[in-house]
């Protein structure tokens, strides 16, 4: 800097022989200078370029006559870039702190605005006379909070001639870019779509009718900057109670919210870290959740209708909103951030919000912040920016707490009516309810209450990201009622890393998975690492079960231990799920070697108490087989024993009816229904079959959709080599040699067309429904398994149970295209990611995609897909299935 700063002097005096003597006249401008010189590359070499131009820092007294007085654009200029230097230079000085700063910038811009204009008006005469424009300022400026490097914000209402109006407007635009900034007026009504100039009637007709509450948002900052400033009071005097009147909505916070996530997701990963405006812990975190308060609460509290974010911190403290102490922080931390962002644009006077990663870079800006090295400015920027991160917890959730309990509140203390207002904007449908269960987990002076009064603005938060957040809070308060007496409840979630945010996630979105936990509280302890909710093997499972089973000479306790575990092993699964750490694949897998692992042990428990040695395997078939299971699959399955005689075939019998008893006896446990539906002769068939009894069935009586659920078949539970030998005869029955014959091709097809137009439920939507609509699973699977029986016999890669397998084994041998094969895998993925999201969010199964509301929210958080478009969503997956379909009816009816 003092190199930089020395070197500039240098071209300075060079250029400029009356410098030494002003320098010796102005005993401040060799600080002032050197100030400049040091801080900013670009204003020294706009000095050299123009000699004479330092005679704007022998004083710091404020003079925008120059602007108005400015004869043309070069004119403007120079007296743009003279206060420029002017306000730079009592900034460096510390002669004014970074509020006045902005403040200054914020009516240099005003009066450039007005320049701007009056030449715009003065090359453009009204001749017919009448016409009244004005500017409002808008964002930053109209908050009188403008850097050194900004777009500046308008909006544009006339009376009169709009055409002139117009004309007067672009003109004025282009001048301002000419001398100092671009002006941007891409908050008006339709943004750049829509008209330039509107009247004050045209606004009011689309802030009424169609304006989103962003753009309420936006006029939170609006004020009248230049032109007609009576027509610019005129029109704020009429849009403002629209402003106040959006947050009646509860919507409001959740839009506002989800815009904010996305900022920060279209951020570069390479950049979001560095981001002091829009990174996490950035000035527009700070400037969102104000302007989330004061639309809020300032409906009913016009002290808190204020433009500016430092103003607005000031109201909410004074009006009992925000704690002093927290308001003061959060001021400090905004005052850092602004004053960093300033020397970072001053340098070149480019609109920069970057934190510098190379070393020089950095250490000019920590030295002109003060530090003597980078490490002392790098550790000053993370304490404030996490006082940033955590202000949506000081803002919003820690003062309901104190609303509702005798709480130490540092000065804050929310009335009732205000702590349902807040409850209300955050999305809850039953603010007493919830002010009632917020009072009775921190209400006394117990430990357990301190450490939830601790815990519950943290939880509150992520409760009001969910769809449904009475639901979150109901479900955390019963879990708590259940576990508050245990010594380590509490200590788990105050102490244990990501489990209280991880709870408050699934307590929100999944009522799956909160069933099961109320039936098991004690297994939040899961959360606590990833490493415990990764889903146990096959193997693993079956031991624990066995040995648990063991414990227990009754069958019906037997069974109720391995239920029990069942039950774990579901919230294992469904918590990983929800908290990203398997995918739909890894979920299908999991599932179904937990429904192998109950039907083995639970078939040996039978098994011992009927006290038959006769050999019994129990074949997977549909989404078992596949190992492809959703959260509401049945247990899909055929039973095979390997006697010869009738009493043999009915003592197995007996075991497997007992086994289907145990599973379905009604408990607080998941119930496991077996369909073995599938078998010969369906429901009129015998439900045990020997291993000789299904080849002679199969070789004589099979029809083609039985060669196609055989497809599935795999061993699953019991006796491993009998299962093995049932594989083997359906061998030639599921992979005929030679394929189809024309005459099953078209029996499949009918079959196919039947399931089409019959069972979809009355009334369904047939492109949302995920299983039978176009593009859905049977579509899906349908076509795969068409492949599978035509060529199966020649490709051995075909021979799988797996869908996806079986399409990739397909594009591998040419017998689908390679467009085809993503279109049908993607649509598989998305309808079984959707399916099981439904039966997470829902806590029962559904396979009909909502379209909007609660439940396609519900869907999308389970998902997690907050931070998209509802309808965007639901059209990529419309799409997907279109193109699944076209690809399936290629395959299946060679159109």
């Not at 003597?21 to 123009?50: F, K, P, Y």
């Not at 996490?280 to 989330?292: H, M, N, P, Y």
């Not at 602004?338 to 070149?348: F, I, P």
Request: glycine share 8%.
């Amino acid at each position: 800097m003092a190199d930089l700063a020395k070197r500039q002097l240098t071209r300075l005096r060079e250029t400029d022989d009356t410098l030494d003597t002003a320098l010796h006249d102005h005993s401040a401008l060799g600080a002032r200078l050197t100030a400049v010189l040091s801080a900013s590359e670009t204003l020294g070499d706009h000095l050299v370029a123009n000699p004479g131009e330092w005679r704007w820092l022998t004083d710091g007294v404020p003079d925008l006559t120059a602007l108005a007085e400015a004869d043309g654009v070069l004119a403007l200029q120079l007296a743009y870039r003279g206060q420029l230097l002017r306000i730079c230079a009592d900034d460096l000085t510390g002669d004014i702190d970074v509020a006045e700063v902005s403040l200054r910038l914020s009516d240099l811009a005003d009066a450039t605005l007005q320049a701007a204009l009056r030449i715009a008006r003065t090359e453009q005469p009204d001749t017919a006379g009448g016409t009244r424009l004005a500017v409002i300022a808008m964002g930053k400026c109209g908050a009188r909070e403008l850097n050194y490097v900004s777009d500046v914000d308008v909006l544009f209402v006339a009376d009169g001639d709009l055409n002139r109006a117009t004309a007067w407007a672009v003109r004025m635009m282009a001048v301002c870019a000419a001398v100092a900034w671009p002006v941007d007026a891409g908050l008006r009504p339709e943004g750049r779509s829509g008209a330039l100039v509107r009247t004050v009637d045209s606004y009011l007709a689309y802030y009424h009718r169609w304006a989103k509450t962003w753009e309420f948002q936006a006029l939170m900052k609006a004020r009248p900057a230049a032109g007609d400033l009576e027509l610019g009071r005129e029109w704020l005097t009429e849009v403002s109670p629209a402003i106040w009147q959006t947050a009646d909505t509860s919507e409001v916070v959740d839009e506002i919210r989800a815009m904010r996530r996305r900022v920060v997701a279209e951020l570069p990963k390479e950049d979001a870290e560095r981001e002091i405006k829009l990174g996490r812990g950035g000035l527009r975190d700070i400037e969102f959740a104000v302007q989330l308060m004061q639309l809020v609460h300032g409906r009913h509290d016009a002290r808190l209708r204020v433009t500016g974010t430092l103003d607005a911190l000031d109201a909410l403290s004074a009006g009992g909103y925000l704690a002093r102490a927290d308001g003061d922080a959060l001021t400090d931390t905004y005052r850092f951030l602004r004053t960093v962002e300033h020397r970072l644009q001053l340098q070149k006077l480019r609109r920069t919000h970057r934190i510098p990663a190379d070393v020089e870079s950095l250490h000019w800006l920590a030295r002109g912040l003060g530090y003597r090295d980078s490490g002392g400015f790098l550790a000053e920027w993370r304490r404030h920016a996490g006082t940033a991160r955590r202000l949506h917890e000081k803002l919003f959730y820690r003062p309901l707490l104190e609303a509702v309990a005798e709480v130490p509140s540092g000065g804050l203390r929310l009335t009732p009516d205000a702590a349902r207002t807040r409850l209300v904007a955050l999305g809850f449908a039953d603010p007493d309810g919830a002010l009632r269960h917020i009072s009775a987990l921190i209400s006394g002076v117990s430990r357990t209450a301190a450490i939830q009064r601790t815990l519950l603005p943290v939880l509150l938060g992520e409760f009001a990201e969910a769809p449904e957040p009475d639901r979150g809070l109901l479900a955390y308060r019963k879990v708590s009622e259940k576990l508050g007496g245990t010594p380590w409840y509490l200590r788990l979630l105050r102490d244990g890393g990501p489990i209280s945010l991880r709870l408050a996630r699934i307590l929100a979105t999944s009522r799956f998975v909160t069933d099961l936990l109320l039936k098991d509280p004690a297994a939040l302890r899961l959360l606590a690492h990833d490493a415990d909710l990764r889903p146990r093997t096959a193997e693993d499972l079956r031991d624990g079960m066995a040995a648990a089973a063991g414990r227990h000479s009754e069958p019906e306790k037997a069974v109720a231990a391995v239920r029990a575990i069942r039950r774990r092993e579901l919230l294992r699964i469904g918590c990983a799920d929800l908290l990203g750490l398997c995918d739909v694949r890894t979920v299908g897998v999991a599932l179904s070697d937990l429904t192998d692992a109950v039907l083995h042990v639970t078939l040996s428990v039978a098994q011992r108490v009927k006290g038959t040695r006769v050999p019994l395997a129990v074949i997977g078939m549909g989404r078992l087989g596949g190992r492809e299971c959703a959260y509401s699959s049945d247990a899909d399955v055929l039973f095979v024993h390997g006697g010869g005689t009738s009493e043999e075939s009915a003592a197995v019998t007996a075991v497997v009816e007992l086994a289907r008893d145990l599973l379905s006896t009604p408990s607080d446990e998941p119930a496991l229904r077996i369909d073995a539906d599938l078998r010969p002769e369906g429901r009129q068939g015998p439900l045990v079959r020997s291993l000789d009894a299904y080849r002679r069935y199969y070789e004589r009586w099979s029809r083609p959709w039985e060669s196609q659920a055989l497809l599935r078949a795999r061993p699953a539970a019991g006796d491993a080599a009998l299962a093995g030998e049932f594989v083997a005869l359906a061998d030639p029955i599921r992979y005929p040699e030679g394929g189809l014959t024309a005459e099953q091709l078209v029996e499949l097809r009918r079959i196919k067309a039947r399931i089409d137009t019959e069972r979809l439920p009355r009334g369904a939507d047939r492109e949302g429904n995920v299983k039978l609509g176009p593009g859905g699973l049977t579509d899906v699977e349908w076509g795969a398994q068409l492949l599978q029986l035509q060529h199966g016999y020649a490709e051995p890669a075909l021979r799988t149970t797996g869908t996806l397998a079986a399409v990739a084994a397909a594009e591998a041998a040419g017998l689908v295209t390679e467009s085809d094969a993503e279109a049908l895998t993607d649509a598989w993925l998305g309808a079984s990611r959707v399916r099981n999201a439904l039966t997470l969010a829902r806590g029962k199964p559904s396979d009909q995609l909502p379209r909007h509301g609660r439940e396609l929210a519900a869907v999308m958080a389970v998902r997690g897909l907050t931070d998209e478009d509802p309808g965007e969503f639901v059209d990529h997956h419309l799409r997907t299935a279109r193109h699944a379909h076209t690809a399936a009816e290629r395959l299946f009816f060679g159109e």
